[in-house]
């Protein structure tokens, strides 16, 4: 069994309740929070082609906050998700990444809460693998918690990118 480490009760407990103090967990749903982590995955991607290492260490934490958001919503809790997980024996591709985006959609679509925490926990499984891991859960961290914005259609928008 792969257990929660201290570091990620300890974040996991911030960034819900960063969320919680901004709607995003009650104004929205599971499917929409599964859309950003897709944006952000698609950004770490980019960052590599680029060799940009700043941007692909934000990315590995902005991952890791959307996914903890998303299996709030969704009713999975970190530990199950993490007991759900297939072991990956090797390093991890973008081939792993879509296949455990494929089982939380199939998981959400079929209501079936395996899927969902399988899903969830190969994805939990693939960011701590990465070297970057901690470093890119506090660059994220300290990049959110004093943002500001509000919720629009189901969308949490940055105060900087909302429209006067």
Request: proline share 1%; aromatic share 8%.
């Amino acid at each position: 069994m792969i257990a929660m480490t201290e570091f990620e009760k300890e974040y996991q407990k911030r960034v819900l309740q960063w969320a919680h103090d901004r709607n995003i967990i009650e104004g929205s749903d599971a499917t929409r929070q599964l859309l950003k982590t897709f944006t952000e995955a698609g950004e770490m991607v980019d960052a590599a082609r680029k060799a940009d290492i700043d941007e692909y260490v934000d990315s590995i934490g902005d991952q890791w906050v959307t996914i903890v958001i998303g299996m709030e919503m969704a009713g999975v809790s970190y530990q199950d998700a993490l007991d759900a997980a297939r072991e990956i024996n090797r390093p991890a591709s973008v081939d792993d990444i879509v296949s455990s985006i494929s089982l939380i959609s199939d998981g959400m679509l079929k209501q079936d809460k395996y899927k969902l925490c399988q899903g969830y926990g190969e994805y939990l499984s693939i960011l701590r693998g990465l070297p970057d891991f901690v470093d890119g859960v506090v660059k994220a961290w300290n990049t959110i918690k004093d943002r500001k914005g509000k919720m629009v259609n189901g969308v949490f928008v940055k105060e900087e990118d909302l429209v006067q």
